[in-house]
């Protein structure tokens, strides 16, 4: 049980171009999602907490135009980064809470590179 | 504020070594505490954790104990293999900060046979 998975695994975009990533909690409600980025041989950066139907809610310094977080239901949110740039390049991680345990559980992870 | 602190890497061992990286923590509440391992290409999995003072966490043979008198959560594990190389994650959640996780560095764990 408590499986999250993310789609696409991997992406590869042209500069400028937006993409969007799943985060989906296949066996369970989760009812805050998170989203991390991680950057090589670091550790995860918290980039926003997203409730369903709310708004997210995004770590300083992280621009919330840039990076879009819809959390549409109990078991979907969505990142979407807008406009991106090289520097956008990382791995995407989300994670789902469910108050059943009070804890996180996390996806494998979104490889985005931008050329 | 909340934050953790863990041991640089890497940590270079031969199988069947003992392994330990230190952890340590500080939380502005009363913190659970967690390790999670992360393996090449892959998202984070929990390895184990701790919800109160003197608590064990214990899975796959590694184990930690939350000390709250040095504010530590240690991993040990007493023979390790070559599949245990990964990063390794201490990490604390306080339930006041919105069940947010804040994460240590990471330690690069790599396990020659």
């Known amino acids: 049980g408590a499986v999250v998975s993310q789609h696409p695994s991997r992406v590869i975009c042209k500069s400028g171009t937006s993409v969007k990533i799943e985060c989906r909690s296949l066996?369970?409600?989760?009812?805050?999602m998170f989203w991390y980025r991680q950057f090589p041989k670091k550790s995860l950066m918290l980039m926003a907490t997203?409730?369903?139907?709310?708004?997210?809610?995004?770590e300083q310094g992280v621009e919330k135009d840039k990076f879009l977080i819809n959390h549409a239901s109990l078991t979907l949110s969505t990142l979407t980064v807008t406009s991106a740039h090289p520097e956008d390049s990382s791995f995407y991680i989300c994670?789902?809470?469910?108050?059943?345990?009070?804890?996180?559980?996390f996806g494998p992870g979104t490889r985005l590179t931008v050329t | 504020g909340n934050s953790v602190t863990q041991m640089e890497g890497p940590v270079t061992l031969s199988e069947e070594a003992f392994l330990t990286i230190n952890c340590t923590y500080t939380?502005?509440?009363?913190?659970?505490l967690f390790w999670y391992v992360q393996y090449p290409g892959e998202g984070l999995q929990l390895l184990l954790k701790?919800?109160?003072?003197?608590d064990k966490g214990s899975n796959k043979g590694f184990e930690a104990t939350y000390r709250k008198e040095t504010t530590s959560f240690h991993l040990e594990k007493g023979s390790v293999q070559v599949s245990d190389s990964a990063v390794y994650f201490c990490?604390?959640?306080?339930?006041?900060?919105?069940?947010?996780?804040?994460f240590g560095a990471g330690t690069i764990l790599r396990v020659k046979s």
């Open positions: 994670s789902a809470w469910t108050s059943g345990t009070y804890e996180q559980y």
């Open positions: 066996d369970f409600q989760a009812t805050t």
């Open positions: 997203s409730n369903e139907g709310s708004k997210a809610t995004y």
């Open positions: 939380a502005t509440g009363y913190p659970s």
């Open positions: 701790a919800t109160k003072a003197d």
């Open positions: 990490a604390l959640s306080v339930p006041d900060y919105g069940n947010k996780l804040v």
